[in-house]
């Protein structure tokens, strides 16, 4: 609590992050040093500003807790803009516990939503929501519970409840705006444009039709039996048969759907799940084991019976059968449309769910990453692929204020 | 060793502060960090504006837009108030600065104080309490302490100064010459003591830094020896 600290950290909160670091650039004490991390951090200099938050981190006497914790939070805000996500989760959850001891609550949720969003963009969904139930949005700072509802909003896509991320997207609206920061109400607003953007396509007919989220949503609720193309599966009135694994299984669930309520040829069913023009006999014998393990995992489901030409699906329940497929044709649309569960895979999995090769899948990934619509986390053969986040949070102009007594 | 390793005498047991006004938090205030008094009014640096505050109300009856980060200090004329790296000599009435001299921690300032012609001045991290010439700036004397310094005054020839380390706070009158601790009133935790200033009586006005608060603690009566 020097008068140099207190100016630069009064020049940071106005924004002016050159004027705080121009007054304590030369200071090597540990508030000193928080105050240049901070500073770099909303100058973008990541590298430096983690440099500088953990040195400050160390110098810290063992009677400050509280300036240590709050400077192991920003670094972890600075890692995640970095995305890196290396570091053990248990570290904030240390810091959060430290935080709420010692009275600051806003910091010590700060820090649970750090790690949410953290297992959000490791593709670990169940601990993500685990964490971010333990936050109380109520009595929040606008800009952190902007934040905690994004987070939320994102959560609910990737779990296709879009009546819950519309609610969440308008609570996040309102406290962006209160919040006013500028950037936040932009990502609010390209988040809720996200939601209004063509997610599939229903196939009928011959025709397809684009859907939105919600209407994707309010036709796996309704009475049909759903082929999802798109995260690869079957579901119906709630229940979710996924065959992401089983590629040949996957193959003739879609042309059985594609061609109900007719049969559909057992010589087509063979060029598309075997690859080849000249079915034989021993194709034929194959077949018939394949449909068998289908009809044993669907059995819930419908049935699939045997015709003189060849096989017809079956639902028992559903009154009609509906074949959803990624908005548009191709590799890459396809891997897009699986990742959209937000989960990480492998390229291997990738490979199997699409039925080509790992190469093939490789440089689907390679193009789609270069476009930033996937990123991949994790190196060599630990790498795994996931969508492009939903919003890129404005991570920077959130970080604590790590100061002692501030 | 260390040439810094002093042994100091063994130390009073702290008291509890008792805290028996509370002022603010004020409109757009989010820091306090001077405290002074004038006779009449407390006049707080929140950062961006000097606050007056009438002691009996509470209410804010003045303001000058005058920057202040760290202490403040009465001459019984002009405010002096430290700004960033300098010390500002301000005239209340107008608001205008009539002098600047540098400060002598260069920025680790904290509190400000003013007594028999000379201000004292608090150094934070440095732990110690420098005198200085109010013409130039030029360090008289400096006494050390154990704990980082927040805010300096003087009262009835008794030096108190706030300390203020992570949670733990105190107020701790010194021995001018050795800098041993002849008191110590400690506040509840997470009370922060930034700005110190006695009201010349029975009061010792104490800046609550991010609590945006100004609190009156009673000062003991000095025990006869």
């Given at each position: 609590m020097d008068a140099l600290i207190a100016a630069s950290a009064r020049a940071l909160a106005a924004g002016d992050a050159l004027g705080a670091l121009k007054r304590v650039a030369l200071r090597d004490d540990p508030p000193a040093l928080a105050l240049r991390g901070i500073a770099m951090a909303q100058l973008g200099e990541h590298a430096r500003a983690r440099d500088l938050l953990r040195r400050a981190a160390r110098a810290f006497?063992?009677?400050e807790e509280v300036a240590r914790a709050r400077c192991v939070l920003a670094e972890a805000e600075v890692a995640l803009a970095m995305r890196d996500l290396g570091g053990p989760p248990r570290v904030l959850a240390t810091v959060s516990s430290t935080l709420d001891k010692h009275g600051d609550r806003a910091n010590a949720l700060h820090a649970r939503l750090v790690a949410a969003r953290r297992f959000l963009l490791l593709g670990r969904l169940p601990d993500a929501a685990a964490t971010l139930e333990a936050?109380?949005?109520?009595?929040?700072?606008p800009a952190l519970a902007a934040v905690a509802e994004l987070t939320a909003a994102e959560l609910a896509l990737r779990t296709l409840r879009s009546g819950p991320a519309q609610a969440a997207l308008a609570r996040a609206h309102q406290a962006a705006y209160r919040a006013g920061i500028p950037s936040l109400i932009a990502e609010v607003a390209e988040a809720r444009a996200a939601l209004d953007r063509p997610a599939a396509r229903r196939l009928a007919g011959g025709t397809a039709q684009a859907l939105r989220l919600d209407e994707i949503e309010a036709l796996l609720a309704g009475g049909a039996l759903v082929l999802d193309a798109c995260r690869r599966g079957l579901a119906t009135a709630g229940a979710w048969q996924p065959l992401a694994r089983r590629p040949i299984l996957f193959a003739l669930a879609r042309s059985l759907a594609q061609a109900w309520p007719q049969d559909a040829e057992r010589d087509a069913l063979i060029a598309t799940a075997f690859r080849t023009r000249r079915p034989d006999e021993t194709h034929r014998a194959r077949l018939r084991v394949e449909i068998g393990r289908l009809r044993a995992l669907v059995r819930d489901m419908a049935g699939i019976e045997a015709t003189p030409r060849g096989f017809v699906l079956q639902p028992r329940a559903a009154c009609e059968v509906v074949v959803l497929a990624p908005p548009i044709d191709g590799e890459q649309a396809s891997l897009v449309a699986l990742l959209a569960d937000g989960a990480a895979w492998s390229t291997s999995a990738l490979a199997l769910a699409l039925g080509t090769s790992q190469r093939t899948v490789q440089r689907a990934v390679a193009e789609l990453e270069a476009a930033g619509q996937v990123r991949g986390i994790g190196q060599s053969r630990a790498r795994r692929w996931l969508a492009a986040p939903l919003v890129d949070f404005t991570t920077i102009l959130l970080l604590p204020a790590s100061l002692p007594g501030a | 060793m260390s040439t810094k390793t002093r042994s100091h005498p063994p130390q009073p047991a702290a008291r509890p502060a008792e805290i028996v006004r509370e002022f603010g938090p004020f409109a757009g205030v989010t820091q306090v960090h001077g405290v002074s008094y004038d006779g009449t009014r407390v006049w707080a640096a929140t950062g961006a504006q000097l606050l007056a505050i009438d002691p009996r109300s509470g209410e804010v009856t003045r303001s000058l837009q005058r920057t202040g980060d760290a202490g403040t200090a009465f001459d019984g004329k002009h405010l002096w108030q430290i700004a960033e790296s300098r010390i500002d000599k301000i005239?209340?009435?107008?608001?205008?600065?009539?002098a600047s001299i540098p400060a002598p921690g260069g920025g680790g300032d904290s509190g400000l104080t003013w007594a028999e012609g000379s201000l004292w001045v608090g150094n934070y991290r440095g732990r110690r309490i420098h005198q200085i010439?109010?013409?130039?700036?030029?360090?008289q004397r400096t006494i050390e302490s154990n704990r980082f310094v927040t805010g300096v005054t003087w009262v009835d020839g008794e030096l108190w100064h706030g300390t203020w380390e992570a949670d733990e706070s105190e107020l701790r009158r010194v021995d001018l010459r050795s800098g041993e601790v002849l008191d110590r009133l400690q506040m509840p935790p997470g009370t922060g003591v930034s700005g110190l200033e006695s009201d010349g009586a029975d009061l010792l006005y104490c800046g609550g830094g991010g609590s945006g608060k100004v609190r009156a603690v009673r000062r003991p009566r000095a025990q006869p020896n």
């Open positions: 006497g063992p009677h936050v109380d949005p109520r009595g929040l700072p | 005239d209340p009435a107008t608001g205008d600065v009539v010439d109010p013409a130039t700036g030029a360090i």
